[in-house]
């Protein structure tokens, strides 16, 4: 539902959504985890490159 004022939306009612109880699960239908999360996420190599880029590209 929505309210106007002087013709112009100005208010809107929407229906409450249920908040679950518990956080434990709340996103499984959002969140999904893909791949190993115990690696690091750069090679030792990839992290050298990006910390020093001058020294490696010249």
């Known amino acids: 539902m929505v309210l106007t ?8 009612i929407v229906r409450e ?3 679950p ?4 699960g709340c996103d499984r239908d ?6 190993d999360i115990d690696e690091p996420l750069w090679s030792e190599n990839d992290f050298d490159m990006a910390a ?3 020294q490696i590209l010249g």
């Open 17 to 19: 959504v249920d908040i």
């Open 52 to 54: 020093r880029p001058h």
């Open 21 to 24: 109880g518990d956080m434990f």
């Open 5 to 12: 004022k002087r013709g112009k939306p100005y208010v809107r």
């Open 30 to 35: 959002v969140l999904q985890i893909v791949g």
